[in-house]
């Protein structure tokens, strides 16, 4: 989807700019005067100013979106297809009966016009997406409005020549949309509480007529309350490219519930809802993992972390991480299994023939934090490998040091790691490169559905 989102505040900087740049410098002649003026903005945006200002004048104030990547009071965006971008202006009038104002201006050569009015009642504009649903090139305006502390409603406009056409009208916690049934247009689910309080996604697709109308409905394992704090919303895939969202809600007892939808026969449908318990089967210790594509083959994986013993008796725990992927019919097979350091923000593959063989142990000193693999032999350990995240600022004469080698350079951490001696008697050891090939940086994800 191709979007451009501006604030209108850089217009005149943007502008000035381009007045101040080139390979060549005019001769210019100023007077005094000149030396304290700036160059005049564009017709059309005074012209927008002047009308902004006329709200305002009206008793209206500014009130921008709360939530979102869409936050700013005035933004300017193509909504039409056109190649020019209108100007979409947020504002309260405590005054009026429904005081919350989608004001959209539509641009044209040399001025903009007030052309499209969206009203709403609540608290505020919590948020606003903007989205081809359809793939006719124009956006469709998907707003989060706030209506009391505890409720939120989502409607979803389509611009048409007739005016703003309100396709949806739903109480939501999260919403998503995402080409479930694979026919080139984005459905819509939507996330909320049933009247019993409990989870439930309505599936939104489209009809014949070009409405956008409630299909289905899935039930979830997890509550609101859970979805809302911790958890998330992933659009991925299942085994054989199929669409899938994942609900992943977190529990008070620090526990991962995930829910996987699809679309089956044209209906949503939860994938791993158990018909015994009635809630998904997939559940397991809670530890800031979320489902993602974690070997890059396509296909989303769901984290479980298993605690593993260090099968000597005084030794601790520590947590590795298998991932599974899943079929249409809601089978799970492994995929992968990792050790995940989630305080410094990295994570190992771990190959197949390490498993109850090796253990982790972390440590810190000042400046750094060091994870050593170590192999277990009877009674005994002997450290093979370690990985060090090195921070201050004498971390580039730190990162080498000894037989430390660069596995990652960030702008205020590097990784290094180091093949320690039993590495190269063990039958399972490594090389550096392969070292260099299992490492990844834990990266922050784009969240689905809460806009």
Same mark, same amino acid.
């Given at each position: ?65 709360? $939530? %979102?990547?869409? =936050?700013? @009071?005035?933004?300017?965006? /193509? &909504? *039409? #297809?056109? !190649?020019?971008? +209108? ?33 709403? $009642? %609540?608290?505020? =504009?919590? @948020?606003?997406?903007?989205? /081809? &649903? *359809? #793939?006719? !090139?124009?956006? +469709? ?311």
């Amino acid at each position: 989807m191709h979007k451009i989102l501006r604030n209108l505040t850089l217009v005149g900087m943007i502008f000035l700019a381009s007045m101040l740049s080139g390979c060549t410098i005019p001769k210019l002649t100023l007077n005094s005067e000149d030396l304290y003026s700036l160059p005049t903005l564009p017709a059309k945006y005074t012209e927008l100013n002047t009308q902004l200002n006329e709200i305002l004048e009206s008793g209206a104030e500014y009130a921008a979106p709360t $939530s %979102g990547a869409n =936050i700013q @009071s005035v933004q300017l965006v /193509d &909504l *039409d #297809g056109d !190649g020019r971008e +209108e100007a979409v202006a947020f504002f309260r009038n405590a005054a009026e009966e429904k005081p919350l104002k989608i004001y959209i201006f539509t641009a044209t050569e040399d001025s903009y016009q007030k052309t499209e009015l969206i009203e709403g $009642s %609540g608290t505020g =504009i919590y @948020s606003i997406a903007y989205t /081809d &649903l *359809d #793939g006719d !090139g124009r956006m +469709e305006l998907l707003v989060g409005w706030k209506a009391t502390t505890e409720l939120q409603v989502l409607e979803v406009y389509a611009l048409r020549p007739g005016g703003a056409a309100l396709l949806v009208r739903s109480d939501y916690v999260k919403y998503t949309a995402m080409d479930l049934d694979q026919d080139q247009r984005q459905e819509l689910v939507v996330l909320h509480a049933d009247e019993g309080g409990d989870g439930v996604a309505d599936y939104y697709s489209w009809q014949e007529d070009g409405s956008l109308a409630s299909q289905s409905s899935a039930r979830l394992s997890v509550t609101m309350a859970e979805l809302n704090q911790q958890g998330r919303v992933t659009q991925g895939k299942l085994q054989e490219e199929v669409p899938a969202l994942f609900v992943t809600g977190v529990t008070d007892a620090s526990r991962a519930v995930t829910d996987i939808l699809s679309v089956r026969n044209g209906e949503l449908t939860n994938v791993v809802l158990s018909d015994l318990t009635g809630v998904s089967g997939e559940i397991a210790p809670f530890c800031s993992l979320y489902p993602s594509d974690i070997n890059n083959d396509g296909l989303t994986e769901v984290p479980s972390p298993i605690q593993v013993s260090s099968m000597m008796e005084t030794g601790a725990a520590y947590q590795r991480v298998d991932w599974y992927a899943y079929n249409a019919g809601g089978q799970s097979s492994l995929a992968l299994h990792t050790y995940h350091d989630v305080e410094d923000r990295w994570y190992l593959r771990l190959p197949e023939e390490w498993l109850n063989h090796i253990w982790v142990g972390r440590a810190t000193m000042t400046d750094e934090a060091a994870v050593t693999f170590y192999i277990l032999d009877g009674e005994a350990m002997e450290p093979f490998l370690r990985i060090t995240a090195i921070t201050g600022s004498s971390r580039e004469n730190r990162a080498v040091r000894g037989g430390r080698f660069l596995l990652s350079r960030q702008s205020e951490v590097i990784y290094t790691a180091e093949l320690l001696d039993a590495n190269d008697t063990w039958q399972y050891g490594v090389t550096a490169d392969e070292v260099r090939e299992a490492f990844s940086l834990i990266t922050s994800e784009w969240s689905a559905g809460d806009y």
